[in-house]
């Protein structure tokens, strides 16, 4: 019985992350995002939106969400992770997280976090994982692997 009561809990919960309506307003939650003409992410680009950037919701279509930004009335397909409903300070404010703590937060660490693997005598090359970061490869190039490869597309 509590195994029923638990994945009932959970599924709502689930279902509540995505339950966004028409009009409601979120914030970009990445440095850069790339709004797309439909869903999926082989779609083609119809803007990008940056770190704090607010828009309203169009429609909601599985883990997307389609959006208009509310400066440069832009409008696209965006995944939802890449959203949140909380107001973000912009960059350069005092309230603001500095570059480094994003990257740390992307990473899953904070700077305590960091410090105690430091101490722990690991040899974490963090200079690797930021050089990996900063690859770039285009969409274009990714599909062209993805269908030589005969790998699936995902959504």
Same mark, same amino acid.
């Given at each position: 019985?509590?195994?029923?009561?638990?994945?009932?809990?959970?599924?709502?919960?689930?279902?509540?992350?995505?339950?966004?309506?028409?009009?409601?307003?979120?914030?970009?939650?990445?440095?850069?995002?790339?709004?797309?003409?439909? $869903? @999926?992410?082989? *779609?083609?680009?119809?803007? &990008?939106? !940056?770190?704090?950037?607010?828009?309203?919701?169009? =429609?909601?279509?599985?883990?997307?969400?389609?959006?208009?930004?509310?400066?440069?009335?832009? $409008? @696209?397909?965006? *995944?939802?992770?890449?959203? &949140?409903? !909380?107001?973000?300070?912009?960059?350069?404010?005092? =309230?603001?997280?500095?570059?480094?703590?994003?990257?740390?937060?992307?990473?899953?660490?904070?700077?305590?976090?960091?410090?105690?693997?430091?101490?722990?005598?690991?040899?974490?090359?963090?200079?690797?994982?930021?050089?990996?970061?900063?690859?770039?490869?285009?969409?274009?190039?990714?599909?062209?692997?993805?269908?030589?490869?005969?790998?699936?597309?995902?959504?």
């Amino acid at each position: 019985m509590k195994k029923i009561i638990f994945a009932t809990l959970f599924c709502l919960c689930a279902f509540g992350v995505f339950a966004q309506r028409v009009g409601d307003t979120l914030y970009v939650n990445v440095n850069s995002a790339n709004l797309k003409s439909s $869903t @999926g992410f082989f *779609a083609s680009t119809t803007g &990008t939106v !940056k770190y704090t950037d607010e828009v309203r919701v169009l =429609a909601v279509s599985g883990k997307w969400v389609q959006v208009r930004t509310t400066v440069g009335n832009r $409008t @696209g397909w965006i *995944a939802y992770a890449s959203l &949140t409903t !909380k107001r973000m300070a912009p960059q350069g404010s005092t =309230a603001s997280a500095s570059a480094r703590e994003i990257a740390l937060a992307g990473k899953g660490f904070s700077p305590e976090v960091e410090s105690e693997y430091k101490k722990g005598g690991g040899k974490i090359n963090y200079a690797a994982v930021d050089d990996m970061e900063k690859i770039i490869i285009d969409e274009k190039d990714l599909l062209a692997f993805i269908e030589e490869g005969r790998l699936a597309k995902g959504d």
